[in-house]
């Protein structure tokens, strides 16, 4: 079928959808591809981070995108599970170049913290037990808590402006902190009151104020006013979609089949490929129900731990909903079956990232070219609504969780709901100071959170060589 793009006598440029596809405009393969490697490396600070990354290479200085069609595709990217950031590197490299574009975006973004988490977690199970690595994690988990509820502020300023989505946000901490309700059906009821507060009460979410105004510079190569060349097809829905159920399922019913359905591995390859699907509001919500599943349903590693995973997860570049690769590493090498533990660690390694990250790269890649039509949606809108004001919640009840575990070494059941309460007299004061230090230099000092990570690992650092009690 000829491409309508390639006749302007028919279709003039002027038709949003018969844009040349980009690298006909001055965008080659290889360029775009020496670019994402070069955003990949400085991935670092969260998603906030990540995407001014993207921001200053694409936009401002590139030009390949567009203001406008940067924040378009933020929103939308907004709307899927998974991390927003790599989802919006996805979108941009489909944009760019089409489904290889988007899918060399995506992987490149990921791959430097994929390979960098996955040394440090052998690290941590070849040398945790030593006093120096001991030390080490002591202050970067205490650093983690000042970094969730910096988390908490920054969400909660954005996301909480009128007094009904205040009430669904601490209904949501409740839900989760209180009676335990599972952190799926807490975002899915979340969805439902925001569509409802939507259709009945709109004026419970206030409408805010337009942020893409005109660029300045020279014309994008991209303009913003330009759909992309590949039209949304039924052929190119169902086409995406078998393919990526295949690339998705494949390697854990190998898993399966190899190791057996009871194996460790098919356990993690089920349970983080369902997560995948949940994953709304980031990787702070998310992890409070991963946290609450592999520490007290399946026991592959202790609070402590899961503590300290997002602390290197924090360290390294690529999403911080990386920190699952930490856990399946733990997980696997602690019950590896018939297999290597070291062998089996790496594998449900790779296995959990694998599972982690193909639904983000085909939510996007099915979704893209329908983006006009979801981003003009009301009722979509706010449900997103609903869910990002209980994401606060939700990142308050994991910084709950994590302080509890990290400030005290032992925790009691209290009360008719048997909640975990800390222990007063087993509070840590090394980790309790560190964390102070770590909201200072965040809050007053304004430093980065790579900066202070490294001023808080010092200081567990120096406070274990000098003998005082960190556990």
Known sequence: MTDPATHPATHP??????????????????????????????????????????????VDEKRWIGQRRFLHALNYCTLLPGPEAQQLATYVGWLLHGTRGGLVAGGLFVLPGVVALLVLSAVYVAFGDTTAITALFTGLAAAVLAIVVQAVIRVGKKALDSRALVAIAVAAFLALALFGVPFPLVVALAGVAGWALGRWRPAALPQRKAADGPDAGPPPVISDDVLHHEAPTTRRTLRVLVAGLVVWGLPVAAVALFTGTGSVLTEQGLFFSGAAVVTFGGAYAVLAY????????????QPREMVRGLALAETTPGPLIMVVQFVAFLGAYRAPGALDPWVAAVLASLLVTWVTFVPSFLFVLLGAPYMERLRGNRSLSAALTGITAAVVGVIANLGLYFAVHTLFSETVTAGPLALELPDPATLRWVPLVVALVAAVLLFRVRWSVLRTLAVCAVLGLAAGLAGLPLG
């Open 290 to 301: 991963v946290a609450q599943q592999a520490v007290d349903v399946y026991g592959w590693l």
């Open 13 to 58: 440029a002027t038709d949003p959808v018969s844009a040349a596809a980009p690298e006909q405009r001055g965008v080659p393969f290889r360029t775009a591809v020496r670019a994402w490697f070069l955003i990949s490396l400085q991935t670092f600070g969260g998603p906030a981070g990540q995407i001014a990354v993207m921001q200053r290479t694409l």
